[in-house]
């Protein structure tokens, strides 16, 4: 079962913007990772947040943590046309089914 | 250079006719791990091991078959494929960790078509 959604679906900026997508989920967790894919490739890991953390940065990367809300944000500054990819997060309420999401397809603009 | 592999890329078979797709890993890693990705749907996980020959389901293991005999590999068997296993499939792997941290490493993916 899905336990991580992503919002928005889509999302389109111009080169130079920040671009910001969610991420909600069901049940306690242990950690909550982002994931990014470029057109049909495999996965690759972006950053990792722990249950105990609200915030952490990675380069041009800054994701939240909010337990209470059950949720999660991944803001991607500066953007560039390289970002355009989908980015996935991922959460393991406690076992190895590491569960993800749909997707956000971020499309940045020239 | 630490990677996963998986083969074929891409594959068209006919209803019925088995097959593999083949993943290995070089990095040591206990946990293995097989996801189908479909428009809309996101990954879901088929199968999953924690170790050789330690396997268990995921979320949609109906359909298939896996094996661990060595840590490295971790084949994909669809006995008798159907056409809604057309898909995209994801070999991953991680180290294991108490506190489940252990970033995954992902294949390039197996387009499989089955008509």
């Known amino acids: 079962s899905q336990q991580g959604e992503e919002d928005p679906q889509a999302l389109s900026i111009q080169e130079g913007e920040n671009a910001t997508m969610n991420c909600s989920y069901k049940?306690?967790?242990?950690?909550l990772q982002w994931y990014r894919q470029n057109s049909g490739r495999g996965l690759v890991h972006l950053i990792l947040?722990?249950?105990?953390?609200r915030e952490k940065h990675s380069g041009r990367l800054r994701v939240t943590l909010d337990t209470s809300k059950k949720s999660s944000s991944l803001l991607i500054t500066a953007s560039r046309a390289a970002d355009t990819a989908s980015y996935f997060c991922?959460?393991?309420?406690?076992?190895?089914?590491?569960?993800f999401g749909a997707g956000t397809t971020v499309t940045v603009r020239a | 250079e630490a990677q996963v592999t998986q083969n074929p890329r891409y594959l068209i078979t006919v209803t019925g006719k088995k097959l593999t797709v083949t993943c290995s890993q070089n990095m040591n890693h206990e946990y293995m791990s097989w996801y189908r990705q479909d428009p809309g749907l996101g990954l879901r996980q088929i199968y999953y091991?924690?170790?050789?020959?330690?396997?268990d389901k995921g979320d949609v293991p109906e359909g298939y078959k896996v094996s661990r005999k060595e840590k490295r590999n971790f084949p994909l068997i669809l006995e008798s494929p159907s056409p809604n296993q057309t898909s995209l499939y994801f070999c991953?792997?991680?180290?294991?960790?108490?506190?489940?941290?252990?970033?995954?490493?992902f294949g390039n993916g197996t387009r499989l078509t089955v008509t």
């Open positions: 991953a792997s991680s180290f294991v960790s108490r506190s489940y941290n252990s970033p995954l490493h």
């Open positions: 091991s924690m170790n050789v020959e330690v396997t």
């Open positions: 947040i722990r249950s105990n953390e």
């Open positions: 991922a959460t393991t309420p406690g076992d190895y089914k590491l569960s």
């Open positions: 049940t306690s967790i242990n950690n």
